[in-house]
């Protein structure tokens, strides 16, 4: 028996369209209603007489923030942002409708099943749509349908995927309203503080961290906060928007610490886990020699593999903010973030700027000379064979081919991503070291490769 041959998501759309009120008026009715609206509307305008008025007609769209005298006005502000959002609150699914929802796809799936999703026609979608509620129109639209239909030769979409998306929208408006609520000043962003707030009271909820003892937590939110502080807020302006928080993986990050079984791997490999907490601020107590609670530039020197040069760490305790001339805490924290991620646009920011000694945007010839020579330096302290400045500047350009031939830019350095490399080389003996003999260490590595695959045969 030959299959049923089902109608095509495009063709139910148009019936649909074809079966709504058409306007049924001629084109010289409609012409004639259009030139008498002109006509009176011309008419008011021109007889009006006071040409001023029509700011009457315009909107207000500008409302003055209450000043801080101004309690009554303040605390007006803060009760109708609350009622605000919890209307917001309200519009939300909550689980009951999710799982209704859920029951409601499974029942109008449409086979033949593909691989092993059940999914779901654009006739099938739109009946769900009228019986899952008003919360949950804006979710049954042909945008929506369009946006999840891929390759299905019968133009159904996958359930699963779209249940998904669903639980996404919801999860990103409801966090979007819990983080507005730490939202003081009712900008749309949060202040170093506000997210302070935010992330202290989300310690409890999330099971990786139970087993942190409360007089770390200080630490813990400072550590988590300057995270979102380094990468989102690179001009420094002390707030970030909650749209940007919500767009980024940082959040999905802090959260995946709800999950109770976590591997090993991926609690080392998240910023936000207690063990990468606790390995942090171990490495800063053990630099810490004199127990003073702050870091000197000796005793920064010794971080990492202790290789970074002498002139780098000047530059570091020159432009980062210090007090009597050694680092705290939460000045460390950006130093490791922006060593830690050297891919990254917000972290070559950071180095470059302690490259640019004149603060003129761009890296020179002379400014990568001064600082190749310190790695020179440390190269005879450790007796290795010199290598000569001029063979490393013209690696570093033919890496970077920057747009002017003498001058290297901070948008150079991210444009080649070749920018880790670059700065690698110029600051950490290291660094230069693992890059002079990349080829050495990638055949050690096929050669180990080879070995381990004959061990396993």
Known sequence: ?????????????????????????????????????????????????????????????????????EVLLQKLREESRAVFLQRKSRELLDNEELQNLWFLL??????????????????????????????????FTA????????????????????????????????????????DVAGQGHLR?????????????????LDGLEKSFYSFYVCTAVRKFF???????????KIQDILACSFLDDLLELRDEELSKESQESNWFSAPSALRVYGQYLNLDKDHNGMLSKEELSRYGTATLTSVFLDRVFQECLTYDGEMDYKTY????????????????????????????????????????????????????????????????????????????TLQDLVNSCQGDTVTSILIDLNGFWTYENRE???ANDSDGSSTADLDDN
């Open 1 to 69: 028996m030959a299959k049923e041959q089902l109608p095509h998501w495009s063709d139910i759309l148009k019936r649909r369209l074809a079966n709504t009120k058409k306007d049924v008026r001629s084109e010289e009715e409609k012409k004639a209603e259009e030139t008498e609206l002109f006509t009176k509307y011309y008419t008011e305008w021109k007889e009006g007489g006071d040409k001023d008025k029509s700011y009457k007609t315009i909107p207000r769209f500008y409302y003055r923030l209450p000043a801080e005298d």
């Open 106 to 139: 499974d029942k109008h799936q449409v086979p033949p099943v593909s691989g092993e999703e059940a999914m779901i026609s654009y006739e099938a979608y739109l009946q769900v749509g009228e019986q899952a509620g008003t919360k949950c129109s804006k979710f």
């Open 143 to 182: 945008r929506v349908y369009a946006k999840l239909l891929h390759s299905d030769p019968y133009g159904r979409i996958s359930i699963m995927q779209f249940f998904n998306y669903v639980m996404r929208k919801v999860w990103l408006h409801q966090t979007r309203i819990g983080l507005s609520l730490y």
């Open 192 to 208: 170093e503080s506000d997210l302070e707030n935010y992330i202290l009271e989300l310690i409890p909820t999330l099971p990786q």
């Open 230 to 240: 380094f990468f989102l807020d690179p001009l420094r302006t002390g707030k970030i």
């Open 333 to 408: 924290l950006d130093f490791v973030l922006a060593l830690e991620n050297r891919k990254e646009p917000a972290a070559l920011q950071y180095i470059f700027k302690l490259l640019d000694m004149e603060n003129r945007g761009y890296l020179n010839v002379f400014s990568l000379n001064f600082f190749f020579r310190a790695i020179q330096e440390q190269m005879k302290i450790h007796g290795q064979e010199l290598v000569t400045f001029q063979d490393v500047k013209d690696e570093i350009y033919d890496m970077v081919k920057p747009k002017d031939p003498y001058k290297i």
């Open 440 to 442: 050495v260490l990638v």
